[in-house]
């Protein structure tokens, strides 16, 4: 009878129903944790709507924390508000010109349907036309032409131009009773002029109770980046530091989508995890996934979590691990090595020119190819840590060189 009853209460699992689906930007079956960011974009969208200035966020972690998520998020909180919404991101070495401009048409062109914003959103088109020429924008690899509206965000210099443009998208969205909403990722790529540019927009937007909500994301370099670029960025935005789960967040991360599909999952084997994963959100995905994989019924227990842990690791070691490391040199390979051998960081930039026995000075060139490559950040003058939560750990399992 008490075998009987075992078997009943034990949930076999079936392969298609796994809750989780880890992947770069994909929201989890639960978005534990998050509530104030999300509560203060919804905040943001509805102070817009009623013609008050809401200040831009900004969403400041290391990769796999879920950044990207976030502003997916917004981006269908936005939608659902029925505004119209940019999202882009920022890869290295792309000017934020070329990477507004198309999204700038596309509003603009939008906002032209609209009788009441037509005369300003046609203003805007013709500007942006002018923009393109200033800065060497081709559509389709053909160059735009200059539109007949000289003077007009044609200087050349982003800091002069990007404002007069967000400006006339402003006027046009308040005209029609709607407001834009930009999104930008991987901020921490932009240059130093085109992130002066964007802060200088921003902050004359809001100074003209203009209908433009921001979130940007990016790593936690990002926060000193706009600070160094603009003095008053950091009384500018609302700064969200995107970090690893508390525990119980973590444990809803795994468990509420678990149940959602009627199984469960011991308390020990949830606190393996949790310790473990030392609560990051993009490893509680992939091991919650091989959990369900590779057990074969629920409740899991501290023996199926244990299983599926190296399963996950082996995952996570061949592929979002090892692309990182694949894009480094040499150099740049014994410099990450230096910094893991150290134990876990951050890391003093003599320590690692001690371990390498070289001059802190000799490093610079490495460091500095290292850090475009988003591998690395500055925490502070002299102090590195990695970009990649438990980075370290996996440079001393599969350490090649010396």
Not at 321 to 343: I, N, P, Q, W, Y
Request: proline share 5%.
């Amino acid at each position: 009878m008490l075998l009987y009853i075992t078997l009943f209460m034990e949930c076999v699992l079936d392969p298609f129903d796994n809750p989780f689906s880890p992947g770069a930007g994909i929201s989890p079956p639960e978005l534990a944790g998050r509530a104030e960011i999300i509560r203060t974009a919804e905040t943001s969208y509805m102070r817009v709507l009623r013609r008050k200035a809401p200040r831009p966020l900004m969403l400041l972690g290391l990769r796999g924390t879920g950044k990207t998520v976030l502003l997916n998020k917004c981006r269908e909180m936005g939608v659902t508000n029925g505004l119209p919404v940019s999202l882009i991101e920022s890869p290295e070495a792309v000017s934020l010109a070329s990477l507004l401009f198309p999204e700038m048409r596309k509003i603009l062109t939008k906002l032209s349907i609209s009788e009441k914003a037509k005369l300003l959103a046609e203003q805007g088109l013709g500007a942006l036309r002018s923009f393109a020429a200033a800065f060497d924008i081709t559509v389709g690899g053909v160059g735009v032409k200059i539109a007949e509206q000289p003077g007009m965000a044609d200087s050349g210099d982003i800091q002069a131009d990007l404002p007069e443009l967000f400006e006339l998208i402003g006027r046009a969205a308040a005209a029609d009773g709607t407001a834009w909403v930009l999104l930008v990722d991987e901020i921490q790529y932009l240059s130093a002029e085109d992130l002066s540019g964007l802060i200088v927009a921003l902050h004359k937007s809001a100074q003209a109770k203009l209908p433009i909500v921001f979130v940007g994301a990016g790593l936690p370099q990002t926060a000193r980046l706009a600070g160094d670029a603009k003095s008053y960025a950091e009384r500018m935005f609302v700064f969200f530091d995107v970090g690893p789960l508390h525990a119980d967040d973590a444990a809803a991360a795994i468990r509420v989508p678990l149940k959602q599909e009627g199984a469960d999952i011991e308390g020990t084997a949830l606190d393996f995890m949790i310790d473990l994963s030392k609560g990051y959100p993009f490893f509680l995905q992939e091991w919650g996934a091989h959990l369900w994989d590779t057990a074969q019924i629920s409740p899991f227990t501290i023996d199926d979590a244990q299983y599926a842990y190296n399963s996950a690791l082996s995952q996570l070691d061949h592929g979002f691990f090892k692309v990182r490391v694949d894009r480094l040199s040499a150099s740049e390979t014994r410099f990450v090595e230096a910094m893991a051998a150290l134990g876990d960081g951050p890391y003093s930039m003599n320590d690692i020119a001690k371990r390498l026995g070289k001059a802190v000075q000799a490093l610079s060139t490495t460091r500095q190819k290292i850090i475009q490559k988003g591998m690395i950040y500055s925490v502070q003058y002299g102090s590195l840590d990695f970009t990649v939560p438990l980075f370290s750990e996996y440079i001393r399992r599969t350490k090649t060189t010396t």
